[in-house]
C-alpha cells in the first residue's frame, strides 16, 4: 500500500480514485439503468415526440427516489471498505499505477521548470 496518506482524513491518496466515492458505487451505478429504462419506455409511450429536458427532469426525479435508498448507501460505504473500515478491500496490483506521479523530479528539471517564464497572455 502507499505510504503517503492524506492529511485530513487518514486515506490513503492513491485510493481517491473512482473505486472509492462511494456516490459512484452506491448511487450513480442504481441511477444510470433505472434512468435508461425510464427514458425507454417514455419513447415507447410517446411515440413521434422528442424527450426534452423537462421531460428528463422528470424521469430523473422518479429514479433518484428508487436509487437514493437507505440500502444503496449503506452498501456504497461498505463496497470500497470504508465503513465498516477493511484495509484488505484493494489488492496492491491496485495501485501501481499511483505509482508514477510519485517519482521524484531530477533537481535540474524542477528548476528548469520553476524559472521557465510565461507565455503572454492572449485577449
Known amino acids: 500500500m502507499p505510504e503517503r496518506w492524506s492529511d485530513n482524513a487518514n486515506i490513503p491518496i492513491s485510493l481517491l480514485s473512482l473505486k472509492l466515492k462511494p456516490q459512484d458505487v452506491s448511487f450513480y451505478g442504481p441511477l444510470k439503468p433505472n434512468f435508461n429504462d425510464a ?3 417514455w419513447q415507447l ?10 421531460n428528463m427532469a422528470e424521469l430523473l426525479g422518479k429514479c ?10 449503506t452498501a456504497g460505504l461498505r ?9 484488505h478491500t484493494f489488492s496492491d496490483d491496485e495501485f501501481l499505477g499511483s505509482y508514477v506521479t510519485e517519482m521524484e523530479m531530477e533537481p535540474q528539471l524542477t528548476e528548469m521548470l520553476l524559472t521557465m517564464p510565461l507565455p503572454p497572455l492572449r485577449m
Open 39 to 41: 427514458c425507454n419506455s
Open 45 to 54: 409511450d410517446n411515440p413521434g415526440n422528442t424527450l426534452t429536458i423537462y
Open 64 to 73: 433518484f427516489r428508487r436509487a437514493m435508498t437507505p440500502s444503496n448507501m
Open 79 to 87: 463496497r470500497p471498505g470504508i465503513s465498516p473500515f477493511d484495509r
